[in-house]
């Protein structure tokens, strides 16, 4: 009986600790939905053509973005992830810690090194015109700003499932016919996909969250984020507010959508 | 046949050295040796997976040493089975088949021929992880030689079993040569698999293949002598010494 005492206290010590956690995370979230006007919601994004063209806009710029983004980290991000938990070479380690340096610096400075490598008077810059994708408030300096942020939660996420993926059964898939990509494509994708789903999903919500890279690389097109914070200093907070709720909704629906088909 | 020439692999610190090795065809070669003296190394340098700094590797004349893990035929066996967790027994042994492009329905009737052969037919639906280590092993074995390898690499197969059930996948492995004809090199550092298996018995030891004995001969090596007296209290007990003579050791 003593036991079953102990273990019930435990339980309601992680229940205890969990409701705070739950209570925190809900509490801002709760906030800005109660706070929310219908009446500017429908202003900013139905009757007020000014407002909603502009609105709407954003929103399509931050999802082409965000989506362009995490793809190009699917087709550069995924190789790179595989080749660090595959192959040791010299130097791995800084290369591991140059891939995490975005996850530390602060958000302007981002953009800053951004742009200052890919910006028309940057390194690169005669290179990324050439290319047609110069980044000086451009789409591509936003999708840019936002690959910069959100590389080392793909390649960190990615890099963690191929390593959990024993090397061992893509050496016998190619003793028994298979080529790499084939060993690669039926055995090492399939038992890595969650991580690769998860990876994702968070560097497209990274990608999402971003504003201060942006800001500086490429206030426009507008993204919703900078649209957030130009609608705050001009209007205030009760428009602010309306563009916030549709990000949170949207990223509501996301998470719990790919967790429902996940689980089916 | 495979031939391995004056093979030399480096890794790191660690050198491997081949003189010279013939396995042919239709033969179960066992590596011996103590636990890191290349056995492995030498495994995965014949698969392919490891590329030697000098030497070469022939099959029935043909060089493969520079060939890809695909193209050898040799196909491997690793120490945990190596399954695929996300295919079922079916499906992981039909694998080395569908990647060689037999369609569907030939390769079904192939994993269930070689499934009956080695008496798993009622594992076919199930996924590997819900199987015993007996269980693993013969798919493992069923999957492997469903290819028709030129030959079977095998690291320690038996070494993930409790010593009652390696005896009796000891014989199920000497009744299945009987029914099915493969060639096989068993890498093992279990004196009682070496015997009881090889046709002959190659030892290792500081990354060096120092020979190549029958499995008689080799017993009356001092190579045998650490693997024997590992017995003597079993042999003890049980009166063996007599036995012990015979073998003259």
Known sequence: ?264 | MIVVEDLVVRLGGFTLRIPRLEVVKGEYLVVMGPSGVGKTVFLHTLAGFLTPSKGRILVNGVDVTRYPPERRGFAIIPQDYGLFPHMSVHDNIAYGLRVRGVSKGEARSRVLEVSRALGIEHLLSRRPGSLSSGEKQRVALARALVVEPEVLLMDEPLSNLDPRLRASARAFIKGLRFRVSFTAIHVTHDIAEAIDLGDRVAYMEGGLLVGVYSPKDFLKTPYARPYISSLEPVLKVLGAGKRRNVLGL
């Open chain 1, 1 to 264: 009986m003593a036991r079953w005492y102990r273990v019930e206290g435990f339980l309601l010590a992680l229940a205890t600790a969990s409701s705070i956690m739950i209570l925190f995370l809900l509490a801002p979230i709760a906030a800005l939905i109660i706070a929310v006007d219908p009446k500017t919601l429908e202003e900013v994004f139905i009757t007020e053509p000014s407002l909603s063209r502009e609105a709407w806009l954003a929103l399509a710029t931050t999802l082409k973005a965000s989506a362009t983004s995490t793809a190009i980290l699917v087709a550069l991000g995924v190789p790179l992830a595989y080749l660090l938990a595959r192959v040791s070479f010299k130097g791995r380690e800084v290369v591991e810690a140059l891939i995490d340096v975005p996850l530390m610096i602060p958000h302007a400075v981002a953009g800053i090194m951004v742009l200052m490598a890919y910006g028309r008077r940057g390194v690169l810059g005669p290179l990324t015109a050439g290319l047609g994708v110069a980044v000086d408030d451009s789409f591509w300096g936003v999708v840019a700003a936002m690959t910069f942020v959100s590389a080392p939660i793909m390649v960190d996420t990615v890099k963690a499932g191929f390593r959990g993926v024993n090397p061992t059964l893509e050496y016998v898939a190619r003793s028994l016919g298979a080529s790499w990509w084939r060993a690669f494509t039926t055995v090492t994708l399939p038992l890595t996909i969650e991580s690769l789903v998860t990876g994702g999903l968070l560097s497209w919500a990274r990608a999402i969250s971003e504003v201060g890279a942006i800001l500086i690389v490429a206030y426009y097109p507008k993204t919703i984020n900078v649209l957030i914070v130009e609608w705050f200093n001009t209007y205030g907070l009760r428009y602010a507010a309306s563009l916030s709720l549709v990000l949170v909704a949207l990223s509501l629906a996301v998470f719990t959508g790919i967790r429902v088909v996940a689980r089916k």
